[in-house]
């Protein structure tokens, strides 16, 4: 149920939801999984946000559950470790951490690319954008975002794609 609130855009509720799953959950497995949810949550939750402050809270909130989802290191919840990769990619590069957002978004993207994970792997792309594009601001990032774009379509999954399309935006202004 979190979930569907989650992509219907009722944050909030999910957040409490998934916050029940978390006091449930018995085992490693559940735990990662919740929180790699969670983080996606809280990213979501953060995109329509006006409040620069309540926005960054909501940011380093999904951050924190993304790094929770992949402890303890050798984790093994393949979902929860993909979801919790490319999420913390965006969050990453959201908050200008560019370099360590380009490792999570290429790892996410591998994983999600090797196992056939295709909404984690438009997260992770996403991600991977936003980092090039701080990193060196190089006009070439439009080709992923492209393909990025191109993807989502492809499969119906459209529910994170504000920040790459307010980077493609900046990107064409940019370049003019």
């Known amino acids: 149920m979190a979930a569907t609130y989650a992509m219907c855009g009722f944050a909030p509720a999910a957040l409490d939801l998934y916050e029940r799953a978390l006091a449930l959950a018995d085992n490693e497995g559940d735990r990662q999984y919740t929180y790699s ?70 790892a996410a993207r591998q994983l999600a690319v090797e196992h056939g994970i295709r909404e984690e792997q438009i997260i992770a792309m996403s991600g991977e954008a936003m980092a090039l594009w701080g990193c060196n601001r190089n006009p070439d ?28 935006i900046e990107v064409l202004w940019t370049v003019g």
């Open 37 to 106: 949810s969670i983080a996606g949550a809280y990213h979501s939750a953060a995109q329509p946000e006006q409040d620069a402050h309540e926005r960054e809270r909501l940011l380093h909130a999904g951050l924190h559950a993304a790094n929770a989802a992949l402890q303890p290191e050798g984790a093994t919840e393949l979902l929860a470790l993909s979801g919790a990769r490319a999420q913390r990619s965006m969050i990453l590069a959201e908050i200008g951490q560019y370099q360590e957002a380009l490792v999570d978004a290429r």
């Open 141 to 168: 990032v439009l080709d992923l975002i492209d393909e990025t774009l191109t993807l989502a379509r492809e499969v119906g999954f459209t529910e994170f794609l504000g920040p790459i399309l307010r980077l493609e």
